[in-house]
């Protein structure tokens, strides 16, 4: 009998692993409110890591925080060939005091880049934004996630069904693939896809 | 607000059609007052899940609307609709293609809720290991 | 009441949450104060015509913005509360605007699989259907000529300025260290644009006909090869290829992933020889597994299949050219599907 199959199985598939979908999920259980309280400190600050590092999922898990704790925010994401800011989130257009969140600051131009980071401290408004290297504003969040924080983001993702990928082959896996994230959890998409195949024979 | 319950049942105990085949669905809402609900949509569809981002194809779609008549929309409701040719549902390797009745609900406030049940299309094993 | 004024959305998958309605209250400032532009350049321009010198484009113009903006709230006051189930369907419910889509009964029949008008459309001379193939070689070809055109142009100024220095005794000696940079760029285009004109003209078409077209799982049918050029090949085959293939989108990376989910290799042929004025040719079966899965061409994802042609050569690269089939369904009356 052919059983259907449900949306999402694999549990490393992208509707599961996208920012947003999985928290951002730290090794140590308080750094998440520890960053935030760094990054109110400092008025803002930056995400900053290489491709597939976990950014954007970050900023989300940031976000989300900063809005339970009643924080006013506005959170945007810059996709490939968008230059500028959307008009409503101009830092002039902006409530003061409140938090302007953009994913993907490297996507404006250095012009518009120096300008919003101007208005935003005139302003008072508290930027946080992800970029691959540092602009020189507020807290700076280099991330390099080691061993212990891939363990728990894939004992998380296969928390409702069996756990096939292990813990064992998570060194193989981050030596091959470095500081991309992204493709490690494909990787174990492929991983995951092969055993339960295996396991279903 | 506790969310409603939403009851889903095909006339298909196993969830198992070809293309072609005529599906018929019935659901039901508790838990929920009449008063609350705003609208009910009722829809088959297909979509992806995989390494790729989600494609979605709608084959039946049916709103009521609280307004519409003097109807309870929790009442049991029955829809029916005669399946596609294509795509059929497919436990692929990077790709897969699933098959769902997806019921909405609609509540007063902008709160909606939605429930699927996944049934297959086709007869398709797992994808074919790859031959060198 | 926070929802209701919340201007963060968040995505959870294929949800949001926030409040529409700001969503759609934005929307339709946006669009009205396109629209009231319009109106106001349109009345400006009607009580003052003789201030403009194209008045027929600015009566286009201020016309466009007036449809641009009026459309628009239409559209966002329309699509508020519209799920995205909904929209999909009324998608599906507007009847095709594509012109150029001539092939509609078999879209309709077979939802989600490319049409195959490409191949039934092209006749074969030995079989019903030539395919048609992927890859082009204008685009290569044209690079590589663009690029050795301008380096050599440039390497021919630049020596005939140092020539011309050192004749007069006065050398640029800026120009003299750019120049063999310059040979070496030179050097290098000339050999790669050599090699694609000897694979252009080396390497003959490659023709595929096939007996029947769109094929079906747990049928066979016959294809036949030709391959002309000037070549020794080291090897040759013909493979037949199910691929997946996906695209994910997350900012502004785009992970592209191709695997093959089946292969079966149709015909190899070893230590052949094709001259000018013949051709390599064969004729082979190919069947489809009774199980196999159809095509599918979806916005993110899709199943291909393709005959896949491989020539290793001494003394070319190896060179492939894919030909895609399409695969239908099999349908209740040939049996299940």
Redesign the interface.
Known sequence: ??????????PF???WIRPGACPYLCADQGQLESWSGLLEEAGGGQLVGPHGVGKSTLMASLVELLQKGGQPIQHCRLLAGQHRLPGTLQPGNLPIGCWLAIDGFEQLSAWRRRGTIKSCRRRGIRLLVTSHRAFGFGHVIQLQPGLATVGRVVDFLQRRGPQLVTASDLGGLLVSHGDDIRELL?AC??LY?RRQ?AA?E | MNEPLISIAMDDP???Y???DRLVCDYQLDAVSAASIVAV?S?I?W???????????????L?RQASEAEIDLRALFRFESAL?????????????????I?I?V?LEG?R?FCQ?L???L??????????? | MA??FGLLQKKR??RTTG???AGVVGEVMIFGIVLLLGLISLGWLLFNPEQTSDLGMMYVLNISLILIGGGGIMMAVVQY?I????R??IT?GRPALDVMQDNLPSAH?????PPDADTTDSPGVRLRYRLPQTESHFWPILAATLFFGSWAIVTVTLAAAVGVGFWQSTPNWLFVCLLPGCLIVSSWSGKYFLQQLSGLTRIGPTVLEISQHPLVPGTECDVFLSQSGLLQFKSFKVTLV?E?Q????QGTDLRV?A???????LIMHKDQTVRPGTALEDEFTLSI?E????S?R????R?QWKLVVEGRSLSMPTFTHSFPIIV??R??QEG??
């Open positions: 009998m052919i059983v259907p199959t449900e949306p999402g199985r694999n598939s992208t509707c494909f998409y492929d896809e195949r279903g | 196993h969830r198992h070809q293309p072609g949509e829809s569809l979509l992806t899940s995989g390494k790729g981002d989600e494609d979605l194809g709608v084959h039946f779609f709103r596609p040719n294509s795509p059929l549902s497919y436990d692929g390797s990077s790709i897969k293609i699933h098959w769902l997806r909405k609609f902008e909606e699927d996944s049934f297959q086709g007869s398709l094993p797992s994808a074919l290991e790859a031959t060198a | 929802r209701l998958g294929q409040s529409r309605l509360g799920s995205a189930e909904r999909k369907a599906l029949r077979f939802p989600t699989i199910c997946e996906t695209s994910y989108h992933e695997v093959a989910v089946f292969r079966d290799r597994p199980t196999a899965m159809h599918f979806g916005q993110y994802n199943i239908h369904p349908m209740k299940t599907a």
